[in-house]
């Protein structure tokens, strides 16, 4: 069964083999002290997972699980998935095939 993100009072479930994340957010200041403004900060590329779709269908009709679970940390492509605004939050949508690596720490 799908998890859903509930963070916010509107909840997101994911369908089939898609992902619900917050993006993280990016270090405003570099190591040497210079601040980075929003014009050339690049895309964040990772994320912290809210909501997990129950998983694809394979040819045979059986349910492929998912890798991933909520509360993992991600890697994920640069410019991929479908980002949203729900409740003055933040949040992408991405397929499990757009996911690069898991992140532990």
């Given at each position: 069964m799908a998890k859903a993100a509930t963070k916010s009072k509107t909840q997101l479930v994911p369908l089939a083999d898609r992902i619900v994340i917050t993006p993280l957010k990016q270090e405003e200041v570099t190591a040497s002290g210079?601040?980075?403004p929003d014009t050339v900060k690049e895309k964040p590329q990772q994320g912290e997972v809210v909501a997990v779709g129950p998983g694809r269908l394979d040819d045979n009709g059986k349910r492929v699980s998912m890798d991933?679970?909520?509360?993992?940390?991600?890697?994920y492509a640069k410019y991929t998935g479908t980002e949203i605004k729900l409740d003055n939050e933040e949040y992408i949508?991405?397929?499990e095939k757009d996911i690069?690596?898991?992140l532990v720490v």
């Amino acid at each position: 069964m799908a998890k859903a993100a509930t963070k916010s009072k509107t909840q997101l479930v994911p369908l089939a083999d898609r992902i619900v994340i917050t993006p993280l957010k990016q270090e405003e200041v570099t190591a040497s002290g210079l601040v980075i403004p929003d014009t050339v900060k690049e895309k964040p590329q990772q994320g912290e997972v809210v909501a997990v779709g129950p998983g694809r269908l394979d040819d045979n009709g059986k349910r492929v699980s998912m890798d991933i679970s909520v509360g993992d940390r991600i890697l994920y492509a640069k410019y991929t998935g479908t980002e949203i605004k729900l409740d003055n939050e933040e949040y992408i949508v991405l397929n499990e095939k757009d996911i690069l690596a898991k992140l532990v720490v």
